[in-house]
């Protein structure tokens, strides 16, 4: 098994949490044996219709500044709640107004020690190349034959469970999508409600940025939505490299596990078990070119469409507990039942 770099980590890493200190642990220890000389915590505030959240946010902040960190510690601690989607855009807005990339993990995501590598490698590989806008670490399962040889590929959506980018990049899609939240942090007595998804001008998914017509329904709904509960940051964040054709790259293996699935969670509520982090074997393979890998795109859409599309939505207002998604999430995955629910997504 590969060894994770013994230098330091040079590239900052954000870690970005709410109110849970057991799943948040796991990637604290991850974080800190990274070895980063920057870590920046974005954290949440209480909400205060939940008398629990007080304890558990305070939990957390002890947990996050009480850490061995080996480098310097920047703080964002919202003093109440404004919400996943301000925390995150606001959050990152911070970060990128003091360096020019960094590594981004939400409190539930445990990277395997070569993520890291993985994604400093790239970020320095193509940060002058303005087609490539995101690192991923979490690949969604798709299978390893869709790489060939080579250690990733450029598709156009990519995972945010654990990834990497550049200021530039940010900044860009702030331009396009700005909203502020203003006021968020000055509700009080429930849950603020998030601000429009709102943009200046339209923007929309570019036709070749994506392989499947379903997909390219899907984005254009979700650019034209002014519901900002409705999607959540990372759909939008998408929705701006469509429309600039841009690329990301998604790794042949899982990077990073996602500890998050349950009832406590913001949006992935089914209960299910976590895909293992795996590690990536070094020198990198770089595919040839800077170019769309159309089969590994039209699987991710299709993985993305199962869990977010129209059909997905419908078994949700349908089926509440999350035990019965959870045993359709198993059948569904059955690779005979899959090859049929494809299909049936791809629509």
């Not at 299910?272 to 890998?293: C, D, G, I, K, S």
């Not at 699987?299 to 349908?318: C, H, M, N, P, T």
Request: glycine residues 6%.
């Amino acid at each position: 098994m590969p060894e994770p770099s013994a230098a330091p980590l040079g590239t900052p890493v954000v870690i970005v949490a709410f109110n849970r200190p057991a799943v948040v642990r796991r990637t604290v220890e991850a974080v800190i044996a990274a070895g980063p000389a920057d870590v920046f915590l974005v954290v949440d505030g209480p909400r205060a219709t939940h008398p629990e959240d007080a304890a558990r946010c305070a939990e957390v902040r002890e947990l996050l500044t009480s850490a061995p960190w080996p480098g310097r510690v920047h703080t964002r601690f919202a003093e109440r709640n404004i919400g996943l989607e301000a925390n995150v855009e606001l959050g990152l807005d911070w970060v990128f107004s003091q360096v020019d990339r960094a590594i981004v993990l939400e409190d539930d995501c445990i990277p395997h020690p070569t993520f890291f590598d993985f994604c400093v490698e790239l970020l320095d590989r193509y940060q002058d190349e303005p087609r490539v806008w995101q690192v991923a670490g979490d690949n969604k399962g798709i299978p390893r034959g869709m790489f060939g040889s080579e250690s990733y590929a450029f598709t156009t959506w990519a995972s945010v469970w654990g990834w990497a980018t550049w200021a530039d990049r940010w900044h860009a899609h702030r331009e396009v999508f700005p909203r502020d939240h203003a006021g968020a942090e000055e509700r009080v007595g429930h849950t603020p409600r998030t601000a429009d998804a709102v943009r200046p001008v339209e923007v929309l998914p570019h036709p070749d940025s994506l392989a499947t017509e379903a997909a390219l329904r899907h984005f254009t709904q979700v650019a034209g939505d002014r519901d900002g509960d409705s999607r959540g940051w990372d759909h939008h964040w998408w929705v701006t490299i469509m429309s600039r054709r841009g690329l990301s790259i998604t790794p042949s293996l899982n990077l990073v596990e996602n500890d998050g699935f349950g009832p406590d969670a913001t949006h992935t509520h089914t209960a299910r078990e976590p895909m293992p982090a795996q590690a990536m074997p070094f020198p990198l393979v770089h595919p040839p070119a800077v170019a769309l890998n159309e089969q590994a795109e039209a699987e991710l859409e299709l993985v993305l469409l199962q869990i977010d599309g129209r059909l997905s939505r419908a078994v949700k207002r349908i089926i509440k507990p999350l035990w019965m998604r959870a045993i359709i999430g198993r059948i569904v995955r059955f690779r005979p039942v899959w090859a049929v629910v494809r299909r049936l997504v791809a629509r």
